[in-house]
């Protein structure tokens, strides 16, 4: 219910340019997927159709819930959909913001699954590499890999090797790698707030 609830924000408030991944289920309801239509958005449900969509606001959903539920034909990795979206949002004259997830490691680590943490990191190593790919040919652009939690608590033990220490978030403090226009105040320890504050100084000087 909550991701239908967001699903008719994003149609109701204007929403981004772009909207890609799974979710299907969501917008079945209420006729959301038509409202999209009338608001302006292609539609996409197969890479061949992502690919094909017309140059105008895009929802694409590829998955009932997750992106890799598809059934029959596989749908776009996440890594196609970065780039999709790069391709279509940096024609605009005023810069742009791109929000990229990999969910399938938040959700294997709640489960404490490492074979499917460990399924869902090439998903986001091929992602970022894409976002690289577009960031050397456009070095005007901040590119920032973080989390926003850690979860499951995964750690080496001596003499017992891996061990999770539970399914929830923890306080573990989490990593960012940055690079571009203002990467240079994310060095150090920051409450995770420091990263709106860096985010909203790079928007307004755009």
């Not at 009338?38 to 094909?52: I, K, M, S």
């Not at 391709?87 to 791109?98: A, E, K, N």
């Not at 978030?169 to 504050?197: E, I, K």
């Amino acid at each position: 219910e909550l991701t239908g609830q967001i699903a008719r924000q994003y149609v109701d408030g204007g929403g981004p340019d772009v909207i890609l991944g799974g979710g299907r289920n969501a917008w079945s309801s209420g006729d959301l997927l038509g409202r999209a239509r009338a608001a302006g958005y292609g539609y996409a449900d197969t890479a061949a159709a992502l690919t094909g969509a017309p140059d105008a606001k895009l929802l694409g959903l590829f998955g009932d819930e997750q992106l890799w539920e598809a059934d029959g034909t596989p749908p776009p990795s996440l890594a196609m959909l970065t780039t999709a979206a790069l391709d279509r949002l940096s024609t605009g004259p005023d810069g742009f913001f791109l929000f990229v997830e990999e969910e399938g490691i938040d959700e294997a680590s709640h489960a404490n699954d490492g074979d499917a943490m460990l399924t869902a990191m090439p998903s986001l190593d091929e992602a970022v590499g894409a976002a690289r790919r577009f960031v050397a040919a456009n070095p005007e652009t901040l590119l920032i890999v973080t989390g926003d939690h850690e979860t499951g608590g995964l750690s080496l033990d001596k003499g017992s090797g891996l061990r999770w220490r539970t399914g929830e978030h923890t306080d573990t403090p989490t990593l960012v790698f940055a690079t571009g226009p203002g990467s240079d105040q994310l060095t150090g320890d920051w409450p995770n707030t420091h990263m709106h504050d860096v985010l909203t100084g790079t928007l307004l000087s755009a």
